[in-house]
Each structure stands twice: as C-alpha cells, then as structure tokens.
C-alpha cells in the first residue's frame, strides 16, 4: 500500500524548503522586534490595531513569524530591526558550550537548529558566534543521540526524545531504523519475498471464481 504523503525534508542552511511541513511550521516560530519605520496597514495583522486601515507607529515592539520577519527586514531601508530570541544570546551560548548534553532543546524551541539557522539572515553582528554555537551544538550533542538510537530495541524511546529539538528527533528516527534493519537481518529475516497484497487479492479472486 503507497503512502499517502511522501516526507519532504527541510531545507539546509539559509534556505528553506516550502514542500517541507518542518519548513512552514519552523517559519511560524515568532521572532521579537522593532518597527524601524510606520508599517500601513499592518496594526490589526500584528495584533496591535483595531481596524485593518490602522498603521504600526515607528518604535513599536513586535512578535512576528519568522516568514514576515524575513519580507520586511530591508537593511537599506530599516523597515523593522530583529532582536535575538534568547536561546541564542550570549548567556546561553555559554551554557551549550559547557554542556550541550543538558539543554532541553525542544522546550527551548523545537526547530532550534533549523531557526537559527535562518537568523543568519539577519545583519547581526553576532552572527558568526551564532553560527558557531550551533554547529558545535550539533556536534556535541549527535553522538549521545546516535548511541541512544542504538541501544534502544523494541522499547519505549518516548523520554530520550523528549528532549530533542526536530531534525535531532528525525536523526534518532534514522538509527531506530538502520538498528531494527540489522536485526532483521541478523534473524535471516531480510532476504525474505513476501507477496504484494495485490497480488494476494488477485489470487483470492482466482480461486473464487474456480469455486463458483
């Protein structure tokens, strides 16, 4: 039987994938900031207005999606400027470079990997750190994911994935799925042909038709 829907990875880097559904939630995480400029129109859009006609004054605070953040920010008009979400700030680089191991990621944010990763599209001047902070993360943290992936057959992995972000609850996915494939095949059961259901069917309805 075919699956109805086929997963659609995201999107690497900068980029993101807009067939991928870890893409278009990731895109509604909100990012505080700062109107640079009166926005028409926008107040009721952002939560701020009564009326769809009203303006966002210059100097308002904002809360807004990843995806809009992204379609207003100008760096040569300064129409909004984007703060750091706070689980990429100093403080708490310094805590991922003591011990990743101990951060709860997906309390933290679930796409912490993947958001950061967009924020590099913003002209921050931390954003090296930023880059850096999040690639050691993953480093630091990919091979405890990768040994509890290993060492967890056919049992309930509810807690050790509590506490992933998403793409490092996809990689944990990845070793449950190469170590139940090696068992498999260690019980001689991997070289086994089982027949189509179609193929079951049709023969059922063969032999049907010779009863009657």
Known sequence: MSE????????????EN????????MSQEKLPGRAESALPRLALALGQGA????????????????????????????????????????AWRTVFSA??????????????YGFGSQLLNFDNPENPEIAQSILQTFINRFRRIMD????????????????????ERALFQVGQKGLNDFQCWEKGQASQITASSLVQNYGKRKFTEVDG
């Not at 109805?4 to 980029?15: K, N, T, W």
């Not at 210059?58 to 100008?74: N, R, V």
């Not at 011990?99 to 912490?112: E, F, I, Q, T």
């Open 4 to 15: 109805a829907y086929f997963p659609v990875g995201p999107g690497l880097g900068l980029e």
């Open 18 to 25: 807009f067939l991928s559904l870890d893409d278009i939630l």
């Open 51 to 90: 009326g769809s006609a009203e303006a966002l004054p210059e100097g308002s605070k904002l809360e807004i999606p990843l995806w809009l953040a992204k379609g207003l920010h100008d760096s040569k008009r300064r129409i909004i400027s984007v703060e750091l979400p706070k689980i990429y700030k100093e």
């Open 99 to 112: 011990d990743a191991n101990v951060v709860d990621l997906h309390k933290m944010g679930p796409y912490y």
């Open 148 to 167: 509890s992936s290993q060492n967890a057959y056919n049992e309930d992995t509810s807690a050790l994935v509590a506490r992933l972000d998403e793409l």
